[in-house]
């Protein structure tokens, strides 16, 4: 019966979206009708009103949906979509403004003497714009009344011109700053998060172990991660736009003639190109390259490009009048006068120490008063000048109303979804298919893109990526990003803008094109930018590195970089480090031999034993980076032969488990109709028919695996463990190499500490002598506190801890109390005699073998990854790597 109320979820939800029933109310609607009607029947016919449900029932699903409500509006980690109304604000300020308009006569001036110079203007201006509004509509409307009677009045081909304009305008959905990616950020959280949680399970389940190792989780994706992951797709999407007008401007050049520029290229023309260019372009730098370099989060970023946007419409709206740049002026000799002092002075108020602290913070406190005013005097501007600024805040409210309504109505269908047993469907679909995760990849992204031809891409990101996602993500085999997945996810849901009948650019140029423009050349025209979508998709699914790179290298480059021990990059870095090994080998063995031939007889005996085990271990480090190659090597002959046994005896358990739950559910059919029919002569037969023949099923499979499965299984986790044990080996023993050489580094460089509180010592006497044991003994720890910020001082403050003890109770003992601070200053003695010496005879030739051996032997012990070491390992990363050997 389940199914019967899926497809009537299904069935209902299709009646109200093409009925013309509002998006926003026809998600949540048909969800409330179908789980009213579900539960209305089994109340009746069963007695249960969670008799139809396969998860829980109607009090489940309406807990579900305030669980949602509350984390769309009350969870404060959940705060990506807050970028949603910024980039709106954004987007909308300056299309009112007229920034648009400008931009797109200048880049018309400039580009129209080539060979279809207009359209790839068009394109320009397209992306341009996606980077500063994202806003479809916007961009569509204003490029089909500016460059569309100028395309036709040049003798462009009218589908050519249509398909240009349509498809530069959904370059807004895929060109970072997009509402889609944002969107498609926060679903793809929550979905990387039960991904990750399948993967475990799926990992305890082949392997028995409760623990799956870091490198082979599912890391979520963030806004900027999807922000950067998208940026040079997007950039390939507009040169293949390029590219296919200039082809076909040389081809058939009646399609796309040059326009001669009418005017003369003098100061003013250049002028006004620039004025109308380089804002937007400063804008699309400030926002994308304040989240690229780790100045700002996404939101930060989008409310720097509201205010962004509202300057730049500021002087707009004041255009051909007096003072119409002062705000501008204002606000940028603002921002480099605090720019200025940062660099100069230390403006944090906690941290004044002198008069000049305080002129700095002074001056950045006026500073900040001029940019304050400069924002303010615009938004004056843009309220009162054709209440612009109204118009703005009132769009901007509609769409992130429409966007929030549709989340929370998506979330209650995708609630009924699941009730329903829709995603165990969906999963066991998709499993079952031969071919593995690209079959299920290809199927998606088929099903994404036949529904781009009914859907808006809100619907689409907000109904069917949270069902879909988590299935793909979780599968090692293919190991995709999150990021990946969006951005491939995102190109796709473009083509719905695009995609005749109702693609919604479409629509936009057709209210704004003349009547000599026919629907039918508007659709032709955007077929073959539909093609050019397609082709982009397939090079970004080629090459995910393409788009899985600038988010890694961003991440591994920024202030909150994972240190070289992070776990997830230990075999990227490896590859990379153990290339450097061969390369300065003769280096690395000459400073081993030249430091061993130090003299170091006059250290501590256990300082000695500890440098001299570093400099054999440091020796050994070649012959353990050969054993990692070696056990590498023999698990990767091995893998070649193993695999087509691993993935078909998985696929088969995958087939005998779904078939096991099938017996289950029949069997548990059969004990309620035994139940309510006894007594009766009703027979079950074809229920029993049913379980027999899954089970012959079942058992048919079994005999299918083949014989020699578990031994190739166990000889491929015999192999994985070896090399895992080695490469565990090898960073130990570089670990214990290193961690000496800075430790006695440091210890030589407290020398100077330890003479200054060499007097300190001998006055503790006379404390303990004359001053009450307690107040002693507080002058004792407060004296082994500072002995404790000395590097491996323990010998003194063992001393200092024992002598304080003393002086415990109601008998304290002065002499013992005495005889330990004699002691401690023995040792301090000691202490200062060798470090001295080590700081002339061994430091020099000890910070040498650091630095000979600081990114080799100890890369793993530094803060963080060079900038070589940072490209190599992003490079590694961005490659998607097959584990499902593993699971």
Not at 53 to 60: R, T
Not at 789 to 805: D, F, G, M, Q, V
Request: glycine content about 6%; some cysteine.
């Amino acid at each position: 019966m389940e199914l019967y109320f899926l497809a009537l979820l299904v069935l209902i939800m299709i009646i109200a979206l093409t009925s013309g029933f509002p998006v926003a109310f026809s998600l949540p609607g048909s969800a409330i009708l179908t789980v009213a009607i579900a539960a209305l029947c089994g109340y009746i016919f069963e007695g249960n009103t969670d008799a139809y449900f396969v998860l829980g029932g109607p009090n489940q699903w309406l807990s579900a949906g305030v669980t949602n409500f509350r984390s769309l509006y009350w969870n404060v980690e959940r705060d990506t979509l807050i970028a949603i109304p910024l980039f709106v604000f954004m987007g909308i300020m300056l299309q009112r403004s007229k920034i648009a308009e400008d931009l797109l006569v200048a880049m018309a001036r400039l580009f129209g003497p080539v060979p279809g110079g207009l359209g790839i203007s068009v394109v320009f201006v397209g992306a341009l714009l996606a980077a500063t509004t994202g806003i479809v509509g916007a961009t569509v409307i204003a490029m089909g009344l500016i460059s569309l009677p100028a395309m036709l009045r040049n003798n462009y081909s009218k589908s050519l011109a249509c398909g240009t304009i349509c498809a530069s305008g959904t370059l807004g959905q895929i060109i970072p700053p997009s509402i889609v990616l944002i969107i498609l950020a926060d679903q793809l959280s929550n979905a990387a998060d039960q991904a990750a949680t399948t993967r475990k399970a799926l990992y305890k389940e082949a392997t028995g172990s409760f623990s799956m190792p870091g490198e082979f989780d599912v890391v979520s994706a963030s806004a900027g991660d999807m922000f950067m992951g998208a940026f040079i797709p997007g950039l390939i999407l507009v040169g293949l736009y390029m590219a296919y007008i200039l082809i076909s401007a040389i081809i058939k050049p009646e399609n796309a003639p040059p326009i001669p520029f009418e005017g003369s290229y003098d100061r003013k023309f250049i002028a006004d190109v620039l004025l109308a260019l380089i804002p937007p372009l400063s804008l699309i730098f400030i926002v994308l390259g304040s989240i690229i370099m780790g100045v700002a989060t996404v939101n930060q970023a989008g409310a720097i490009g509201a205010i962004g946007a509202m300057i730049m419409g500021s002087y707009r709206l004041m255009e051909g009048k007096p003072r119409a740049y002062y705000p501008a002026f204002m606000a940028i000799a603002s921002i480099i006068a605090i720019l200025i002092l940062l660099q100069l002075f230390n403006l944090n108020i906690k941290n004044i120490q002198s008069g000049y602290d305080a002129f700095g913070i002074g001056l950045a406190v006026i500073a900040v008063i001029a940019l304050l005013a400069a924002i303010g005097w615009s938004i004056w501007r843009a309220f009162k000048i054709d209440n612009t600024l109204q118009g703005v805040m009132i769009e901007t409210a509609k769409t992130t109303s429409m966007v929030f309504i549709i989340l929370i109505g998506a979330a209650m269908l995708t609630s009924a979804f699941r009730g329903f047993g829709g995603e165990v469907l969906v999963k066991e679909y998709l499993t079952s298919l031969p071919g593995g995760f690209w079959t299920q990849f290809i199927v998606v992204m088929a099903v994404i893109f036949f529904l781009g031809f009914f859907l808006d891409f809100i619907e689409i990101a907000v109904v069917v990526v949270p069902i879909v996602a988590p299935i793909l993500l979780a599968d090692p085999g293919a190991n995709i990003t999150a990021v990946w997945l969006g951005v491939m996810i995102g190109l796709n849901i473009q083509t719905s803008f695009l995609t005749p009948p109702f693609g919604f650019a479409l629509f936009y140029l057709r209210g704004v094109a003349p009547p000599e423009v026919k629907t039918l050349q508007i659709y032709k025209g955007a077929i073959a930018f539909i093609v050019l979508q397609l082709i982009g998709l397939g090079i970004a699914g080629v090459y995910p590195g393409l788009v899985n790179y600038l988010p890694k290298i961003t991440h591994l480059t920024s202030d909150t970089a994972p240190p070289p021990s992070n776990p997830k990059l230990q075999e990227c870095l490896e590859t990379f480090i153990f290339a450097d090994y061969d390369t300065n080998q003769a280096v690395i063995l000459a400073s081993i031999d030249a430091i061993k031939s130090v003299n170091i007889a006059y250290l501590p005996d256990d300082y000695q034993t500890y440098l001299s085990e570093s400099y054999t271990n440091a020796g050994k480090s070649f012959r353990l980076i050969e054993q990692v190659r070696e056990a590498s090597r023999q698990l990767n002959n091995f893998i070649p032969d193993y695999r087509p046994l691993h993935v078909d005896v998985r696929f088969k358990q995958r087939e005998m488990k779904r078939l096991n739950r099938e017996i289950e559910l029949l069997e548990q059919q059969q004990r309620a109709t035994d139940l309510d029919e006894e007594g009766s002569n009703s027979p079950v037969k074809p229920v029993s028919e049913q379980i027999t023949l899954l089970q012959i099923g079942y058992q048919q499979l079994e005999s299918e695996i083949p014989h020699n499965w578990k031994e190739n299984r166990s000889r491929f986790e015999n192999l994985a463990s070896t090399e895992r044990k080695a490469r565990q080996k090898y960073r130990r023993n570089v670990d214990e190499s290193y961690e000496i050489i800075v430790t006695m580094l440091k210890m030589i460089s407290d020398r100077e500490a330890l003479t200054s509180l060499r007097d300190k010592l001998p006055l503790m006497q006379a404390i303990i002598l004359n001053d009450p044991a307690e107040q002693a003994m507080v002058s004792i720890k407060a004296l082994g506190g500072e002995f404790n910020s000395i590097t491996n001082a323990n010998s003194i403050t063992s001393k200092l801890s024992r002598s304080r003890r003393a002086l415990r109770g109601n008998n304290p003992d002065q002499e013992k109390s005495i005889r330990e601070l004699m002691l401690a200053i023995d040792n301090l003695e000691a202490e200062i005699s060798w470090r001295s010496r080590a700081n002339s005879d061994l430091k020099p030739e000890l910070q040498a073998y650091e630095q000979s051996i600081s990114k080799t032997i100890g890369m793993r012990q530094q803060e963080r990854l060079t900038d070589d070491q940072a490209e190599s390992v992003a490079s590694c990363l961005a490659v998607h790597k097959d584990i499902s050997l593993y699971f």
